[in-house]
Antibody, heavy 123, light 108 residues
Framework: QVTLKESGPALLKPTQTLTLTCTFS??????????VSWLRQPPGKALEWLAR???????FYNKSLRTRLTISKDTFRNQVFLTMTNMDPVDTGTYYC???????????????WGQGALVTVSS | SYVLTQPPSVSVAPGQTARITCGAN??????VHWYQQRPGQAPVLVVY???DRPSGIPDRFSGSNSGNTATLTISRVEAGDEAAYYC???????????FGGGTQLTVL
C-alpha cells in the first residue's frame, strides 16, 4: 500500500522560506521509474503542479516558479523535500506530494496523494 | 504549454449520466488524466491515459479524448460522486504538468 504524508510549518510570514517534507511508504525512490511531485492548491482554486524528482535525481520545475523552488530527496529515509523561498500571501494553500507515474510514456500522472499540508502566509 | 478549459459546474440527477469536458487545442494528441476531489480531501485519480481506471475505481467512470475535447463520463451517478473534477495533462516538451480549472459536479 502506497502512502504519502506532508509535514511542515502551518504559518509563515512574508519573505520567509517554506520547507516541506514528504514521507512516503510502499515504494522506494531507489527503484527505477519511481518519481514524486509536489503540487499545491490555493483555497477554492485549482491544482498547480510545482516540481518533480525522479529516482535518478533528475529534477523538473514549474517554469513560472523555478527561481523559488528546490526539490530534493533522502532515498534512505523515503523522504522528498520542497523549499520555496520568498513566500507571499498568494502562496497560501494546501501543498500536496504525490507519487508520479507514466512519465516513461510521456504521460505523467499522480496516482497516490498525501493528505495535504495547509500553509498560510500572513504577517 | 496547455490551457485546459473546463465548465465550472455540471448538475445531474441520481442515476443519470454526467459528462465533464476538458478543452484545449489538439488535446487529442496527448494523454489526459482525471481526478476527483471531495470537499476537504486530497484528489484521487479516477481515469488515466484517457481511458484507463486505477484499481478500485468503479467502471461507471470512463474517459475519452479526441480532437480538441477530452471527456470524463460518469454513468449511473450517485450522491457520493458529488465532488470537484480536474483534468490534467503533461507537456513532455517542457516537462511540466497542467491542470484544468476544475468542474463542480452537483447531484440534484
Amino acid at each position: 500500500q502506497v502512502t504519502l504524508k506532508e509535514s511542515g510549518p502551518a504559518l509563515l510570514k512574508p519573505t520567509q522560506t517554506l520547507t516541506l517534507t514528504c514521507t512516503f511508504s510502499g515504494f522506494s525512490l531507489s527503484m527505477s521509474r519511481m518519481r514524486v511531485s509536489w503540487l499545491r492548491q490555493p483555497p477554492g482554486k485549482a491544482l498547480e503542479w510545482l516540481a518533480r524528482i525522479d529516482w535518478d535525481n533528475d529534477k523538473f520545475y514549474n517554469k513560472s516558479l523555478r527561481t523559488r523552488l528546490t526539490i530534493s530527496k533522502d532515498t534512505f529515509r523515503n523522504q522528498v523535500f520542497l523549499t520555496m523561498t520568498n513566500m507571499d500571501p498568494v502562496d497560501t494553500g494546501t501543498y500536496y506530494c504525490a507519487r508520479t507515474s507514466g512519465c516513461g510514456r510521456d504521460t505523467c500522472h499522480f496516482d497516490s496523494w498525501g493528505q495535504g499540508a495547509l500553509v498560510t502566509v500572513s504577517s | 504549454s496547455y490551457v485546459l478549459t473546463q465548465p465550472p459546474s455540471v448538475s445531474v440527477a441520481p442515476g443519470q449520466t454526467a459528462r465533464i469536458t476538458c478543452g484545449a487545442n489538439n488535446i487529442g494528441a496527448t494523454s489526459v488524466h482525471w481526478y476527483q476531489q471531495r470537499p476537504g480531501q486530497a484528489p484521487v485519480l479516477v481515469v488515466y491515459a484517457d481511458v484507463d481506471r486505477p484499481s478500485g475505481i468503479p467502471d461507471r467512470f470512463s474517459g475519452s479524448n479526441s480532437g480538441n475535447t477530452a471527456t470524463l463520463t460518469i454513468s449511473r451517478v450517485e450522491a457520493g460522486d458529488e465532488a470537484a473534477y480536474y483534468c490534467q495533462v503533461w507537456d513532455s516538451s517542457i516537462d511540466t504538468g497542467f491542470f484544468g480549472g476544475g468542474t463542480q459536479l452537483t447531484v440534484l
